[in-house]
């Protein structure tokens, strides 16, 4: 998606994902969100990370047509960071010398109004992708409330103009989030969450990896299906702290391409590969027991399959 500058927001424009992969299993999803856009649903796709949220909101955007503004959720946010806030000064001076021997001079500073993504969005009808946006404080978040029930958004007295804007008809809001156990995650609230159509996302189907491992790193299909079978079935093993996604997969292929080494057993690098990343992908404190664990498998995998 290109970027344009709408004041001080910086919006994308509508375009299709370069190498996004469609398969059966993509456009039902894809379909389902559009089917509650549609009905005039905001939707929110949750999920593991490395489940292609993020992806999936920027696809499902860009077959919209509008214009798209991206908030990213961060504990440090406020309300005024979606809705705005006065930022710097403007100032004005008249300097009157009708008669040229009396000088008279007029000075005065207000303070700058100046609109958030949330508010443009609103105001013209863009998209609005909120990435992550458990990560923000709930409180911050309690604006969206009355901008998706009742398409109102209540502004600040400092802002000239109406107390409350009218959300514009084409005005569509798209949600990601990781779920509550990871770190950095606040629990969001029920009435927001209410007003959201939920819809998880869970590990690829086998075919999906396939074709994005082959899409992203630009290895052939055969190659990627190697490296998709080692990692499915490192997450169906139970060695591993956290399950690898289909992530993992573009890591060892990107990684494999640069290097220039082959895909198959017999290649030290290759291994070496598969050991760096996936062992490091499934863990989060790394301790000795569970690395060579992970190890362990991976060693019987890239034999059984490369």
């Known amino acids: ?29 894809v379909q389902r969100a559009m089917t509650y856009v549609a009905a005039g649903f905001p939707i929110h796709f949750r999920g593991a990370s490395g489940t292609g949220k993020t992806t999936m909101a920027m696809h499902v955007a860009s077959k919209l ?4 503004v991206m908030i990213h959720g961060d504990e440090e946010s406020s309300t005024s960071d979606l809705v705005g806030g006065e930022y710097g000064y403007r100032t004005r001076k008249v300097i009157d010398n009708f008669i040229h021997s009396v000088l008279k001079t007029e000075e ?3 303070r700058r109004w100046v609109d958030n993504r949330l508010t443009v969005a ?13 990560r923000s404080r709930p409180e911050a ?22 107390s409350y804007l009218r959300v514009h008809p084409d005005f569509t809001a798209i949600f990601t989030s990781n779920p509550e156990e990871y770190a950095g995650v606040y629990r969001s609230q029920d ?33 990627a299906e190697k490296i998709v079978h080692i990692v499915r079935d490192l997450r169906e093993s139970g060695a ?27 290649d ?30 991976l060693t019987e995998l890239i034999d059984r399959y490369c």
């Open 240 to 266: 591993c702290e956290f399950a690898p996604t289909v992530r993992g997969c573009v890591m060892v292929a990107k990684a494999a391409t640069v290097q220039g080494c082959s895909i198959s057993s017999t």
């Open 65 to 68: 047509g509008r214009p798209v």
């Open 108 to 110: 005065d500073m207000t």
């Open 141 to 162: 978040n309690n604006v969206l409330l009355s901008v998706l029930q009742e398409k109102m958004l209540d502004m600040p007295a400092a802002r000239d103009g109406e």
């Open 1 to 29: 998606m290109a970027m344009v500058t709408e004041g001080l927001t910086t919006l994308l424009e509508p375009r299709a994902l370069a190498g996004f992969v469609e398969t059966p299993f993509i456009e039902d999803i």
């Open 191 to 223: 009435a927001l969450r209410d007003r959201l159509i939920t819809l998880d996302l869970d590990h690829f189907d086998e075919e999906t990896e396939i074709g994005i491992t082959e899409a992203k790193s630009e290895i052939n299909r055969a190659d």
């Open 268 to 297: 030290d690098v290759f291994r070496q590969l598969c050991l760096d990343i996936l062992a490091s992908e499934t863990s989060r404190v790394g301790s000795k027991d569970q690395t060579s664990r992970v190890k362990e498998v």
């Open 122 to 134: 609103a105001k013209y009808g863009f998209t609005l992708i909120y990435d992550e946006f458990t």
